[in-house]
């Protein structure tokens, strides 16, 4: 069974920063990506940033320049590094594990930009 636990969230004012951390443990293979995904109240799931295996990036572009995703292999962990938050940055963050012939979910961590 495969697990992605994700940590990090939070509130914090416009201009700040947080960094989420995705820890994955259990039985998996040929790793395609990992990365960030978000929901903000009453609109679909978008992606926010990915990694893939050879280490390539992509972000959307409401973040590309704020964000920054990275992966400590050794730990099984990716990150997502949020600067210049915005109040449109709130939403429930996932962390997505793709793997050939499967994809997995973390629960969400609430992520909440307001002064």
């Known amino acids: 069974q495969v697990q992605l636990v994700e940590s990090g969230g939070g509130l914090v004012q416009p201009g700040g920063s947080l960094r989420l951390s995705c820890a994955a443990s259990?039985?998996?293979?040929?790793?395609?990506?990992m990365g960030w995904y978000r929901q903000a109240p009453g609109k679909q799931r978008e992606l926010v940033a990915v990694?893939?295996?050879?280490?390539?990036?992509a972000y959307a572009s409401s973040v590309k320049g704020r964000f920054t995703i990275s992966r400590d292999n050794a730990k099984n962990t990716v990150y997502l590094q949020m600067n210049s938050l915005k109040p449109e940055d709130t939403a429930v963050y996932y962390c997505?594990?793709?793997?050939?012939?499967?994809?997995?979910w973390g629960q969400g961590t609430q992520v909440s930009v307001s002064s």
């Open positions: 997505n594990l793709q793997v050939v012939g499967n994809v997995y």
């Open positions: 259990g039985s998996y293979f040929n790793i395609y990506a």
């Open positions: 990694i893939r295996s050879g280490g390539s990036s």
